[in-house]
């Protein structure tokens, strides 16, 4: 009989880096599938933001771009780097640090809510009560933000798991900090839509077509200020209804990189939407059909026949295309002529509407105007 030994496997004990506890671990994954987002936009947007630094002028737009590209990169990549660090001291480095990431960030939100105030505000022609709204949303904002940053402390991790920052004491209501601006991208978004579903409700040109709901959504960017209220409400219901398992557990903040980072670069896409001149918020594009501006895709040509005299109102008429003989002159894009005169020829007949009596006075204008948006773009 042989004797029975029994043999014992060695434990391999993980360093703290490497043994992390659940909700710590996947904010860590998350954290890196924002920094993979943030590198993404960025070299996505760097032909554009060269092509929008060559533009003359620094609009208030224009000035809030590149401080939100510069922001948004210093500010998680120190905060990613002292994330993954393994070699902080939780006791002394980290203590020290933490303010930095949620005043950084609450930076990051005011400028990036600024270009929503901004522009909501110009869509709707400066009106004074969007113009209170959207201030009073922003004031509340900035105030929230400033008094929560306060209410941060450093969780408590391990040595060699990094520093992050989260609300003192787990506490939930410290969720206003987000809660303030989540309510200024909710007001963004309902604003934009409304002025989006008016435009089509209400054409400002009689050649102008009622577009599908996906293109006037990608016409107005909708998707965009989606995408902003989107991921702030994700963060939000983090904030107030996740429960920690005690106090090194970071479960509460495990979608607010990913927030900081989508509300810049997406509030970033909201100024480079923007046609036209970016002075005073830039102009809503559907009030702008009938005039001449720059078409992606192809010309609209707008005929109209107007009555120089008899009234402060006179009526306006659509024609259809003009024969080859008229030829449209005058600089602005526009040429007006009397019917009645004899250099007008044969090239006239034929431009009245039916039932319109070419009487003296009447005076006929031809517009040619590009109609954005009623050809499908280029790719």
């Not at 998350?30 to 620094?58: E, H, M, N, Q």
């Not at 005690?246 to 939407?273: C, F, N, Q, Y």
């Not at 006239?348 to 005076?363: D, F, I, W």
Request: glycine share 10%; charged share 15%; aromatic share 10%.
């Amino acid at each position: 009989m042989g004797d029975n030994s029994t043999s014992s496997t060695p434990q391999i004990v993980l360093p703290n880096s490497l043994n992390l506890p659940p909700h710590l671990s996947a904010q860590k994954y998350f954290f890196v599938c924002t920094l993979t987002v943030l590198a993404w936009d960025t070299l996505v947007l760097t032909p554009r933001s060269y092509k929008l630094a060559r533009i003359r002028g620094w609009p208030a737009l224009k000035a809030m771009y590149y401080f939100l590209q510069f922001w948004v990169l210093s500010d998680f990549v120190v905060t990613g780097v002292m994330f993954f660090s393994t070699n902080v001291d939780p006791d002394t480095t980290c203590k020290a640090f933490w303010p930095y990431e949620p005043i950084c960030t609450a930076i990051l939100l005011a400028v990036a809510s600024a270009v929503h105030v901004i522009r909501i505000t110009a869509i709707y022609d400066h009106d004074s009560r969007v113009r209170l709204l959207m201030g009073a949303l922003f004031a509340l904002q900035v105030v929230v933000t400033a008094i929560c940053c306060g209410f941060y402390r450093s969780v408590h991790l391990l040595s060699g798991q990094g520093c992050i920052a989260g609300p003192r004491n787990n506490a939930s209501w410290i969720g206003i900090y987000w809660l303030a601006p989540t309510l200024l991208y909710l007001a963004s978004f309902l604003l934009a839509v409304h002025r989006s579903l008016a435009s089509q409700l209400a054409p400002t040109h009689p050649s102008q077509k009622r577009l599908t709901y996906w293109r006037l959504m990608l016409r107005d960017n909708l998707n965009l200020y989606g995408a902003i209220l989107l991921i702030n409400l994700a963060n939000m219901f983090f904030y107030f209804l996740m429960t920690p398992t005690g106090t090194d557990d970071p479960i509460k903040t495990i979608v607010s990189s990913m927030a900081g980072v989508l509300t810049a670069t997406m509030s970033m896409r909201v100024v480079l939407g923007v046609r036209g001149g970016l002075e005073g918020g830039g102009s809503f594009l559907a009030s702008s059909h009938g005039s001449s501006s720059s078409s992606s895709g192809g010309a609209g040509h707008t005929h109209s026949l107007s009555q120089s005299r008899g009234g402060p109102n006179p009526p306006t008429f659509t024609l259809g295309a003009i024969g080859k003989g008229v030829s449209v002159g005058g600089g602005a894009g526009k040429e007006g002529w009397d019917v009645d005169k004899s250099s007008v020829g044969e090239e006239a007949k034929g431009v009245l509407p039916e039932g319109v009596v070419a009487a003296p006075g009447v005076q006929v204008t031809v517009e040619r105007g590009e109609v954005y948006d009623e050809f499908p773009r280029g790719k």
